[in-house]
């Protein structure tokens, strides 16, 4: 089983709609969690963190389920620069990050 | 402006032959890593360093190795003994914001073997 699982989707959406995706992850251990997009063929880039009551930026809002070890992403009134893949970023406190393989949103106008 | 900066961009070179990935950073981080990500698919971790003359394998080191002479630097060469090299590798550094160890990465290197 991987330690971090993505719908690799793609989420193909009109423009204004709300989305929603969620990620999954294996360790209970987990310490920090994160959201982080990456534009097509260029670095990924912090979104927001996550956090246990869940936050909200903008139109961003990420929310946390430690008992159900999930972690979900919601947008509303998508925007055409919205399209790119948006990938689950878990912290373990063993090394690195642990990044999930990404789920593809494409808002369509 | 602090940053990271990678270099070069696009990288092309023969099969058999050792290459280097330059990775610097400015924003005074003492944690350093190296991915890989093959078309479609997720990061993968190859190396990392939390300080100065340390580093350890990730999950797919072999082929690879690295050095940390310098906090601000953290080269990656490509050996002949990685099968496939062809891929984007991404540098990436991190220090502490609050609690959360968030990491920022940089553009990116295109490597591609043939």
């Known amino acids: 089983r991987k330690e971090v699982e993505q719908d690799p989707g793609p989420f193909n959406v009109p423009e204004g709609a709300t989305v929603a995706f969620n990620c999954t992850y294996s360790?209970?251990?987990?310490?920090?969690f994160f959201w982080y997009r990456q534009d097509c063929r260029k670095e990924p880039k912090l979104l927001m963190s996550v956090y246990s009551s869940g936050n909200e930026d903008g139109r961003f809002t990420a929310q946390l389920n430690r008992a159900s070890q999930y972690i979900s992403l919601l947008i509303r009134d998508s925007k055409l620069s919205d399209s790119a893949t948006y990938l689950c970023v878990v912290d373990t406190g063993r090394r690195a990050l642990t990044f999930g393989s990404g789920t593809r949103l494409q808002v369509q106008p | 402006d602090g940053g990271i900066t990678q270099s070069p961009k696009y990288l092309f070179r023969k099969e058999g032959q050792n290459v280097t990935l330059s990775c610097e950073q400015n924003?005074?981080?003492?944690?350093m890593y190296w991915y890989r990500q093959d078309p479609g698919q997720g990061l993968r971790l190859i190396y990392y360093s939390q300080i100065v003359n340390d580093f350890q394998k990730g999950d797919i080191a072999e082929g690879y190795s690295v050095s940390r002479e310098k906090k601000e630097s953290f080269p990656l060469t490509v050996t002949s003994a990685q099968k496939n090299p062809t891929a984007f590798y991404l540098c990436?550094?991190?220090?502490?914001?609050?609690?959360?160890?968030?990491?920022?990465f940089g553009p990116g290197t295109r490597l591609t073997v043939t």
């Open positions: 924003l005074n981080h003492d944690a």
């Open positions: 360790n209970s251990a987990s310490q920090s």
């Open positions: 990436a550094s991190s220090a502490l914001e609050g609690q959360a160890p968030v990491q920022y």
